[in-house]
């Protein structure tokens, strides 16, 4: 990697740390420790099946939530702060800047996740008293989250690069809400006719499609994912997120700063 | 080979909500600075100033025109290796610390990693933050943070700095501390080129200067050559209290200071001046040709503008 997106990155994670971003995860182990003692008392042979939904959705939600957060104003808050001017005045070029800042986000995500995952794990052992293969397919879920996550830190990045923070969270929050039912928005293209059929497909393609990248509830049933699957939403998760970021990178190079 | 060199640059916002007006905030501004001096770029607030630097740092793209830094385009992102800037009311990263930022901007600067902790604690000394920092930036004075300021655009020992009112929130102290480093810079081969309203400061460091008003430039030249013109007055200074009753009748002003007078008086005056000074037995201590200030020059220059202004409308 460029080693100046590698620093601006670098930067990126330290400042979400300082800002105690990470503290989330004491929400989320009240959470998860809460909800696994009480589901032990309350429910039968579902104790494993509430955990890995509980916990999966959790981190998810989670994430996006400091992805949206944090990714709103990884650019315009630079510009409002003018901390730009001294990083745009040395030889970084826009398109750096705006890549380092995806990079630091994403890495940032990664970490949390990471830990998340061990609570997971964690709360897992504590109901189950044991680990079986099968919840060796929470990783997987796990890695379709992230991928969800980097989708969701670059369509952040984008609407931070040329809007203010306020709309910035409500058009990624729209993006994601809509995003999460687009294979429900593809049946529903399918089934219009005329120009309602034609912009269904279109806002269906336009979003990014979460419903792939959700298996929570077929993992928590220990039904196995197609390696298929996992490529076609490797590749697509990139994809998408590699087209987002050249649209932000775009708008960036264009933009003049207050 | 000129250290800038700006050809025509424009630029014209569009301002407004609904019926967007465009408004000229730079008007085709045409300039040069040579390498090795200490440039001022003088003008009030809203003069077009700042507007103007950050044109050369790419900040903000121009309506029309180009320059050229160090002999190259001035979009070429390389040549920033060789350019420090210092921009008006500088904000940082403020839960890094003194030390922290430095190290950031030297690493996106290209100091080699071997000397990056050296040269910033040299910065640092020079700057008088030693002792702090390690201190979160949060915790900074506004003068600190100037200071900050001046040492991330010096850390990567660029040829040519631009400071955007650098005494801006430092006391008489920091500012003379600046006025020094500008001068130390010179005297190491660096090319300086600062924008204030300060004009002392300007006065006492530049060799040369531009004066620019609602965008347009006024006037260019050297500090020497634009404050050296006699007016045809002289300052004639006595000892005492007293003003001779033929000094007033010649109309003269005289100011008392303690205990002395000052009067100024016309050339063709000077001789009876000095004899009814001479009749009334007082002690004559000077006589000085008055000479135009940068003060002058600039007062002139913007009443000229606002007149030319005036009739056009």
């Known amino acids: ?258 | 080979m000129a250290a800038i060199d700006i050809q025509g640059l424009e630029k014209t916002y569009m301002v407004g909500f609904w019926r967007k007006q465009p408004k000229c905030a730079l008007h085709s501004l045409r300039l040069t600075v040579e390498q090795g001096e200490i440039f001022g770029f003088l003008g009030p607030n809203g003069a077009g100033k700042t507007t103007t630097l950050k044109l050369l740092m790419g900040l903000i793209f121009p309506t029309a025109g180009c320059a050229r830094i160090l002999g190259r385009e001035w979009t070429d992102p390389e040549i920033k290796a060789q350019i420090g800037f210092l921009p008006e009311q500088p904000y940082f990263y403020d839960y890094l610390t003194a030390h922290e930022l430095l190290e950031y901007y030297g690493q996106l600067s290209g100091v080699p990693a071997k000397n990056r902790k050296r040269r910033v604690e040299e910065v640092l000394r020079q700057v008088g933050l030693l002792e702090v920092r390690g201190v979160q930036l949060r915790k900074f004075s506004k003068g600190m943070l100037q200071r900050v300021g001046i040492a991330q655009a010096i850390l990567h020992d660029p040829s040519l700095v631009f400071f955007d009112e650098p005494m801006s929130g430092l006391d008489p102290m920091g500012r003379r501390e600046v006025r020094d480093l500008m001068e130390q810079l010179k005297l190491a081969g660096k090319t300086v080129f600062f924008s204030t309203h300060i004009l002392s400061d300007a006065e006492a460091l530049c060799d040369r200067v531009a004066i620019i008003h609602k965008g347009r430039l006024r006037g260019v030249g050297a500090v020497a050559d634009l404050t050296s013109s006699v007016q045809g007055k002289v300052e004639l200074i006595w000892q005492g209290t007293q003003v001779p009753a033929s000094l007033k009748l010649l109309g003269v002003e005289c100011h008392l200071t303690g205990d002395t007078v000052r009067a100024v008086v016309a050339e063709n005056q000077q001789d009876a001046a000095i004899d009814a000074l001479r009749r009334e037995r007082l002690r004559l201590i000077a006589i000085t040709p008055v000479r135009t200030s940068l003060e002058d020059y600039f007062v002139e220059k913007l009443r000229s503008a606002e007149t030319t202004a005036g009739r056009t409308a």
Request: hydrophobic share 60%.
């Open chain 1, 1 to 258: 990697m460029n080693t100046r997106i590698a620093y601006i990155a670098s930067n990126t994670f330290r400042e979400a740390v300082r800002d105690r971003v990470l503290y989330n995860l004491i929400a989320f182990a009240l959470l998860l420790s809460g909800a696994a003692i009480l589901v032990g008392q309350i429910s039968i042979d579902i104790e494993k099946l509430v955990v890995i939904n509980l916990g999966l959705t959790a981190v998810s939600l989670f994430g996006v939530v400091i992805a949206i957060f944090i990714g709103i104003g990884l650019v315009s808050k630079e510009i409002e702060k003018r901390t730009l001017y001294t990083v745009l005045s040395r030889p970084v070029r826009r398109w750096e800047f705006i890549v380092g800042k995806f990079f630091g986000l994403a890495g940032t995500l990664v970490v949390n996740t990471f830990f998340m995952a061990v609570g997971v794990f964690a709360a897992l052992l504590y109901v189950s008293h044991k680990f079986v293969r099968a919840d060796a397919l929470i990783l997987v879920a796990l890695y379709f989250i992230v991928l969800e996550f980097l989708i969701v830190c670059s369509l952040s990045l984008l609407f931070s690069s040329f809007s203010t923070p306020l709309l910035s969270a409500v058009f990624a929050f729209s993006f994601f809400v809509v995003g999460s039912f687009a294979e429900d928005l593809r049946g529903f293209a399918r089934m219009a006719h005329g120009v309602t059929r034609w912009l269904a497909l279109g806002a269906a393609y336009l979003v990014p499609n979460f419903s792939a990248l959700n298996v929570i509830g077929s993992i928590a049933h220990e039904q196995p994912v197609a390696a298929q699957l996992i490529l076609q939403n490797t590749l697509y998760a990139l994809f998408y997120a590699a087209m987002v970021l050249s649209a932000a990178v775009l708008v960036f190079e264009r933009r003049n700063l207050k």
